[in-house]
């Protein structure tokens, strides 16, 4: 089945066959169009298109917006949905998103690769979302995904237009569903805004395609000090070793329990922050995960007579994922025997799913499913925090994100620990999203000064204290921590966790849409038990042949 996108009233211009060749390898190499129709017509931001409305053709498999204009670009989507790819349904958090945020920005890489394409050849004739008034005071436009970030940053405007009362900033925030369908949108017909918030899988992209500005130059001018931040930095630089991004915040795992159940365990909060883990006898984390299950007949996991098959409360919920990376599953356990995703820090050129420690990690995890310690995979479509709140499991590991969610569910007194200590000690894979400018924008200066102010510890301060998210700079990072536990959350795990080392970045990678469409079925397959050990080779094999493209 095809499926296409509708436009109204469109940027074009006629670039011949030539480029037509020039581009349709590119294009057809990202697995997302093998037509543009008509031939000769290719997207930009220079002209008024009103032929025919069926312009670009591509098989879309991820989110976004169906049948609803996007106003503010002149487009109308339509596109169909496909079920080649089962797309996830995560919860709001920081990193964009949610529990499992990562994987559907990878997902909706599809459609900025498509027009980010045709963006590029004529970026030079974009145009900016940012605006002046009579007063002569310049508008500069900021985007985000998360309404609480939005709803967070802008109490450090009055700081930032007392220090720049020329600079009027106006923050808009998008569902993450719409988020980046809207920004491709603005690309091609020059309406991006002057800087947006954006994830680390799609750097690549966006670099690539010279939609966003290489910031060395500015950091010269101006003397901004990278080493401010803790955490984020390196994770964008592209490929070309030049610094892309601005660290806004990160993101790890953490696990999340019920206090009540741990106590009529016989445990106490710190056998729970203490858990030690290997893959031959599963440490102590295996003991307490078994003790904490309970059967419909009051039997523990770990006593004779334990009913699997009717199970009341799972003493975790499921550590299965098809995400590539693992973030709030696996990966914090398989990174303590050393493991890394990439065979380099950034942009990889082979995943490392066949390596004997990843394999044997993988075995113990599905086992804890197969002995009805932990639910099997897809046994629950609701969330951890409510599979929390009904009482059908006793600890969830999440998102670092999902804290000031997660331990206010009613009737259930929820605490924070970190993730198991393995044979080389905690370790946990971090995402940090981080602020981009529009090569477009027509104020670069105001723009900047917009970023740099928040990328300082005077706005992380302010803006990080209700943990909306959890910013890059330690000082702040502290500050978050601090307020925290005066509203009565202890956090302090997270702090722990950056100033340990025990944080790692994840890679970026190239062609990150394509490895989670590939990668995404062959966990579940694993997952489910439909395939065994050997899919792991396969999965090496097909990413780096992904990765190489």
């Given amino acids: 089945m095809r499926h296409g996108r509708t436009l109204d009233t469109l940027p074009y211009v006629d670039l011949g066959d030539h480029a037509r060749r020039a581009l349709s390898p590119a294009l057809s190499s990202t697995g997302l169009v093998d037509r543009i129709t008509p031939p000769e017509t290719v997207l930009s931001a220079c002209n008024t298109y009103t032929g025919p409305k069926q312009l670009v053709s591509w098989p879309f498999n991820g989110h976004g917006t169906d049948g609803e204009p996007d106003e503010e670009n002149g487009l109308v989507f339509t596109a169909e949905r496909t079920a080649a790819t089962t797309p996830t349904a995560p919860t709001p958090g920081p990193s964009g998103t949610q529990s499992e945020e990562p994987m559907r920005v990878q997902r909706i890489a599809a459609a900025v690769v498509v027009a980010g394409f045709a963006a590029a050849a004529l970026t030079a004739c974009s145009n900016s979302t940012s605006e002046g008034d009579s ?56 309406a991006a805004p002057d800087a947006f918030q954006n994830s680390v899988p799609l750097l690549g992209a966006y670099a690539g395609q010279g939609q966003i500005m290489a910031l060395d130059d500015l950091i010269k001018k101006t003397d901004y000090d990278l080493s401010i931040f803790d955490v984020g930095v390196d994770s964008w630089k592209y490929t070309d070793g030049k610094q892309y991004g601005i660290p806004l915040d990160w993101a790890g795992a953490a696990i999340y329990f019920n206090e009540d159940k741990v106590k009529e365990a016989g445990f106490t909060d710190d056998d729970i922050r203490t858990m030690t883990w290997n893959p031959d006898d599963g440490g102590t984390f295996d003991k307490i995960v078994a003790h904490l299950t309970v059967d419909e007949n009051g039997k523990r996991g770990d006593e004779a007579g334990f009913d699997k098959n009717n199970v009341a409360t799972y003493g975790i919920a499921s550590l299965a994922s098809g995400d590539f990376n693992g973030q709030t599953s696996w990966n914090s356990f398989v990174s303590t025997l050393g493991w890394r995703l990439g065979n380099t820090a950034a942009w990889p050129t082979k995943l490392a799913y066949d390596d004997p420690d990843f394999i044997k990690t993988l075995d113990y995890i599905r086992g804890l499913g197969d002995r009805g310690l932990m639910p099997k995979f897809g046994q629950f479509t609701v969330s951890g925090a409510e599979q929390m709140g009904s009482g059908s499991v006793a600890m969830v590991q999440g998102g670092t994100w999902d804290a000031t969610s997660i331990t206010k569910i009613p009737g259930v007194t929820v605490r924070v620990a970190p993730t198991v200590e393995g044979p080389k000690g905690r370790s946990v894979i971090s995402n940090s999203n981080a602020n981009n400018i529009f090569v477009g924008t027509k104020h670069v200066d105001e723009t900047w000064k917009w970023v740099t102010y928040m990328g300082s510890e005077a706005c992380q301060s302010v803006a990080g204290a209700d943990a909306t998210f959890l910013p890059s700079i330690g000082a702040s990072l502290q500050v978050t921590v601090d307020a925290q536990k005066k509203e009565g959350l202890d956090i302090s795990s997270f702090v722990d966790a950056l100033n340990s080392g025990e944080l790692w970045p994840a890679p970026p990678t190239a062609n990150g849409q394509e490895i989670t469409d590939t990668i995404q079925p062959l966990f579940e397959a694993y997952f489910s038990g439909e395939r065994d050990n050997d899919v792991f080779p396969e999965m090496a094999q097909k990413s780096e042949a992904i990765l190489a493209k």
């Avoid at 709803?151 to 237009?161: I, N, R, T, V």
Wanted: a positive charge.
């Fill in 135 to 190: 007063a002569g005071r310049t508008t500069v436009s900021w985007w985000t995904w998360d309404e609480r970030q939005a709803a967070s940053y802008k109490k450090c405007l009055p700081g930032f237009e007392k220090e720049n009362p020329g600079i009027t900033v106006k923050i808009s925030q998008y569902a993450v569903d719409d988020y980046f369908t809207k920004l491709t949108a603005g690309f091609v017909s020059g």
